[in-house]
């Protein structure tokens, strides 16, 4: 009985020594591991663009008028050289005041007195012709007798071309008071006086033409109205001629290569859409971020290289997002930028050996996409700690948390 008492009594000390040595044993600290690999990278800058038609057509009024109200609609298609997309007729005359239109009635009063005048001018030289006329028969057939002499004829035909002449100025000089006249009484003209007689509204009226056939993309006042001479009417552009206009950091901008490749996500249809970079803008503008900030941006413009059929429903001015490709490698040996962390002035990684964790010093090149390119110090297959905790160390035992 005494030696069972014994046994027991060491057989628990043995378990609670053994339970003790349990709870204070290190126990492998739960990580995430991933696998270094190789595969394709890409290096990319998102920006959001807005859509524009390439090449626009501003039409402007050629001339001061009145325009008619707009005969198309935004929206409407326009054929080059058949669609009349303006009108534009003569422009009304300005009211006048009371001493403008006492002055215009006093001259149109003096020009028909001027006329009157010159009517009895020309009366008065066409007696004068006509007595001529009859003083050159009796002078000539008098000279045929003999009986004046050739000088006297010779006078006689002088007085004749006088006469001639004379009833010439006074002719001219009624029609030239005619026009004076109907200048004088063109002022009293108002905004109400009718067309000339069997004349039709639209035989004054100046039509536009559509210089290119395409969509109406906008009217700058569908009413009717005056207008001066170089003030837009309308826009027509061609929706199959489309291009991407982004305005990138400065600082992006500089590594963007020629005719760089973009993809087009984001802009409300199925699928994304091809890009090609045509141009970057050379002189760089201020813009305030909504943090506030000033930022350089430089405008970049792409073109679309998707057909139309692919994007069908994508007009002026729609918002899409960008997505600007700078570089592109099949194979390359990356590592989660989740496993790096700052070590001096490099790079380093925990990897996973034997159970335990290793610290490891690596030469990275580019990021992308929360990757990075290794350059040296990792190989392929090595597995290595995501988001390592701050009190990680070399030599610590690791096990893999279970996902």
């Not at 029609?175 to 006249?181: K, P, S, V």
């Not at 950091?249 to 993809?263: I, M, R």
């Amino acid at each position: 009985m005494g030696m069972m008492r014994t046994f027991g009594i060491g057989l628990a000390g043995s378990i609670a020594l053994g339970a003790l040595v349990w709870a204070l044993w290190p126990q492998p600290q739960q990580v995430d591991l991933e696998i270094v690999t190789r595969g394709p990278m890409q290096g990319t800058i998102e920006a959001q663009g807005v859509t524009r038609v390439r090449a626009p057509y501003t039409i402007t009024a050629p001339i001061t008028g009145n325009v008619t109200r707009s005969p198309v609609e935004v929206g409407d298609s326009v054929i080059a050289g058949e669609s009349v997309v303006a009108i534009i007729q003569p422009a009304d005359p300005a009211l006048m005041d009371a001493r403008s239109r006492a002055q215009a009635e006093a001259a149109v009063a003096e020009a028909q007195a001027a006329v009157a005048l010159a009517e009895s001018n020309l009366r008065q030289a066409e007696s004068g012709l006509a007595y001529s006329e009859a003083q050159l028969e009796r002078g000539r057939a008098l000279a045929a007798r003999g009986t004046i002499p050739q000088r006297m004829l010779e006078d006689i035909e002088a007085a004749y071309e006088a006469a001639v002449q004379a009833k010439a100025s006074a002719q001219s000089q009624l029609e030239l008071n005619h026009a004076t006249l109907n200048r004088a009484q063109a002022q009293l003209m108002g905004p109400q006086t009718g067309l000339p007689d069997g004349m039709l509204p639209g035989e004054r009226c100046l039509r536009i033409y559509a210089p290119q056939t395409g969509i109406v993309l906008s009217v700058t006042d569908q009413s009717a109205r005056l207008v001066q001479a170089g003030a837009p009417l309308l826009t027509i552009g061609n929706l199959e001629e489309m291009e991407i206009v982004l305005d990138l950091l400065s600082t992006d901008a500089v590594q963007v290569p020629p005719e760089a490749h973009a993809v087009i996500e984001r802009w409300g249809g199925a699928g994304t859409l091809e890009a090609r970079l045509r141009r970057i803008e050379p002189a760089a503008f201020t813009r305030v971020s909504a943090l506030g900030i000033e930022e350089q941006r430089v405008r970049a413009r792409l073109d679309l290289l998707s057909p139309p059929d692919m994007r069908a429903g994508l007009g002026e001015g729609f918002r899409v997002h960008v997505r600007v490709i700078l570089w592109e490698e099949d194979e390359l040996l990356r590592v989660p930028q989740a496993a790096l962390f700052r070590d001096g002035a490099g790079w380093a990684v925990f990897v996973e050996e034997a159970g335990k964790a290793r610290h490891n010093a690596v030469t990275l090149g580019r990021f992308s996409d929360g990757q990075a390119e290794v350059l040296d110090g990792l190989d392929e297959g090595t597995r290595v700690i995501l988001y390592p905790a701050s009190d990680l160390s070399d030599g610590t035992a690791i096990a893999q948390r279970a996902r």
